[in-house]
């Protein structure tokens, strides 16, 4: 797994070879969208892709400049997929029959779908470790960062950050508002410890209150 669980849109477009307008295409017309979309138009980062987000991505892209699968095939294939498999784009082997797409079911190690058709098997099996090597090197996180919150200048536009990563505050914070206990933002976020998450929900208390305060006394 890679060190890294929080990506940009840049890093994204690294990563994948996609354009920023291919993916605000992609997540206009509902083929795929970020793990997590801020509703404040106008900030930096808005979306922050998980790894497995990534991996979803370049399978899609993969799948598109390769083996040239339809965006209709991709979005329609994607509406039955999400409705039964967890991260089906970066979990499960895809295959054509004929020009279509078709997909293998883990449980029962069939093809869904393939209608006697000869199946072309696509690898994209690697893609998770591609990704992985592609950026273990970009961070190290020393053990003493574990619990602090920090910023600077050049990391996330000035944005407090869990230390040691470049994860703001505020998307824990974000998590937190909509419910997510600490396990599960943790499982979003699985390089952080709960103390991270602890002490990143602590701070962002901190700064509403005083900006709450600030706008009382006003």
């Given at each position: 797994m890679s060190n890294i669980v929080?990506?940009?849109?840049?890093?994204?477009?690294?990563?994948?070879?996609?354009?920023?307008?291919?993916?605000?295409?992609?997540?206009?017309?509902?083929v795929f969208a970020a793990s997590y979309i801020d509703d404040q138009f106008g900030r930096a980062f808005r979306r922050i892709y998980s790894f497995r987000d990534v991996v979803s991505?370049?399978?899609?892209?993969?799948?598109?400049?390769?083996?040239?699968?339809?965006?209709?095939?991709?979005?329609?294939?994607?509406?039955?997929?999400?409705?039964?498999?967890?991260?089906?784009?970066?979990?499960?082997?895809?295959?054509?029959?004929?020009?279509?797409?078709?997909?293998?079911?883990?449980?029962?190690?069939?093809?869904?779908?393939?209608?006697?058709?000869?199946?072309?098997?696509?690898?994209?099996?690697?893609?998770?470790?591609?990704?992985?090597?592609?950026?273990r090197d970009w961070t190290c996180r020393a053990p003493e960062d574990v619990g602090r919150i920090e910023r600077n200048r050049y990391v996330q536009h000035n944005a407090w950050v869990i230390a040691g990563t470049r994860i703001p505050t505020a998307t824990i914070w974000a998590f937190h508002a909509e419910g997510y206990s600490h396990a599960a933002i943790q499982r979003e976020f699985p390089r952080l410890t709960l103390i991270d998450i602890e002490r990143a929900i602590e701070h962002e208390t901190i700064l509403r209150q005083s900006s709450d305060a600030m706008l009382q006394t006003a």
């Open positions: 929080a990506f940009t849109t840049p890093q994204v477009m690294k990563l994948t070879g996609l354009s920023a307008s291919t993916l605000r295409y992609w997540e206009h017309t509902d991505l370049r399978t899609l892209a993969f799948l598109r400049r390769q083996h040239h699968v339809s965006l209709d095939q991709l979005r329609r294939a994607g509406t039955y997929l999400v409705e039964h498999y967890e991260t089906p784009w970066a979990s499960l082997r895809f295959g054509l029959a004929g020009k279509r797409l078709i997909f293998r079911d883990p449980g029962s190690g069939q093809w869904r779908d393939p209608q006697g058709q000869t199946v072309l098997e696509i690898p994209t099996l690697g893609i998770p470790e591609e990704i992985s090597q592609a950026t």
